[in-house]
């Protein structure tokens, strides 16, 4: 009976196509980490590279409609899109193709869209953020001692509810250690703008911010952190290539574990979740690897005791 089930689902698995659109490319952090998910799912499931096509550099208008529709034409079942403008456009396709399962990440439309084929998916990033605070608290509590007051700057890309809860929650992070540091906060108005991101991080460092963290897209703020020697958290992947005298860890996501969901749904003929939302305890939350030669001594053993 099994050997027939898996002969069932590797036949269903040969004949899915799925569809990705994506705001940036692998050169830009947030994109990358869903590429990674993407390849993380394809592995798992066994599909061919001909099963999986891409978009890439898709921005938040009707150019994401368009993608939607040509994917959908070209015989995708499920569309994966990955940046909050996509939404509308997500939901126009949708509407249009009710055969096509469409999923968009960090929205908040698709229950009150009443459509059944249209979902929402993010991870409870803010747990991340707070381990990564974590990380921040024991670095300023090893340079400047656990009661100090010093200031530490935050690149923010937009004031929307996604980027104030994780700030706050990283900000949570940091006090669990050094209950009296203080935070500023600069929007850059653009998810991915990497002379935007080192300008901003700049002037943090400039207005007296001693350690830099990030909800932005690139490697801007961390670039401008290894020039200056000012510690920094990233964002989606490791920072150390470009400030590998600085960069303290990332807070980060692994996407394949809702891709796999998904369409691991569609080969199964089970329902998506409307809204689905997971962390650490799924494995969707996590931080890269720390930076042996910057973090503060003690970190590992902390880390693993806020994430427990």
């Known amino acids: 009976a099994d050997d027939t089930k898996d002969a069932a689902t590797t036949e269903a698995a040969s004949d899915i196509k799925v569809g990705f659109i ?3 490319d692998e050169n830009e952090g947030y994109t990358y980490a869903h590429v990674l998910g993407a390849k993380e799912m394809q592995e798992a499931l066994g599909l061919s590279d001909d099963q999986i096509i891409y978009k890439w550099n898709i921005p938040e208008n009707e150019q994401c409609y368009d993608a939607a529709v040509d994917l959908a034409e070209q015989g995708c079942n499920i569309i994966f899109s990955n940046s909050f403008g996509h939404e509308d456009y997500i939901i126009q396709a949708a509407q249009e193709y009710p055969d096509v399962q469409f999923c968009h990440a960090t929205g ?11 979902h929402n998916y993010f991870t409870s990033v803010y747990q991340s953020r707070y381990v990564s605070g974590v990380v921040a608290g024991m670095k300023l509590a090893e340079l400047y001692g656990a009661d100090t007051d010093v200031k530490i700057g935050y690149v923010g890309a937009y004031s929307y509810a996604e980027v104030i809860s994780g700030f706050t929650a990283y900000f949570l992070g940091v006090r669990s250690i050094c209950p009296n540091v203080t935070m500023e906060v600069k929007y850059t108005g653009s998810w991915a703008n990497q002379a935007l991101e080192k300008e901003t991080a700049e002037a943090l460092i400039a207005d007296g911010c001693v350690l830099i963290s990030q909800h932005a ?3 801007g703020a961390p670039t401008a952190c290894e020039a200056a020697g000012v510690p ?3 964002y ?6 470009v400030a590998p005298n600085t960069a303290l860890t990332s807070a980060s996501m692994d996407w394949g574990v809702y891709y796999t969901y998904a369409v691991q749904c569609m080969l199964d003929g089970t329902a998506i979740d409307t809204d689905w939302c997971k962390g650490f ?8 690897a720390l930076n042996d030669k910057t973090v503060a001594e003690g970190t590992e053993e902390k880390v693993k005791e806020v994430e427990d």
């Open 22 to 24: 994506f705001v940036g």
């Open 108 to 118: 908040y439309k698709a229950a009150s869209s009443g459509l059944s084929n249209m």
């Open 217 to 219: 897209d690139t490697t």
């Open 232 to 234: 920094c958290v990233g």
């Open 236 to 241: 989606n992947i490791d920072m150390t290539s």
């Open 281 to 288: 305890a799924e494995g969707a939350d996590k931080i890269t």
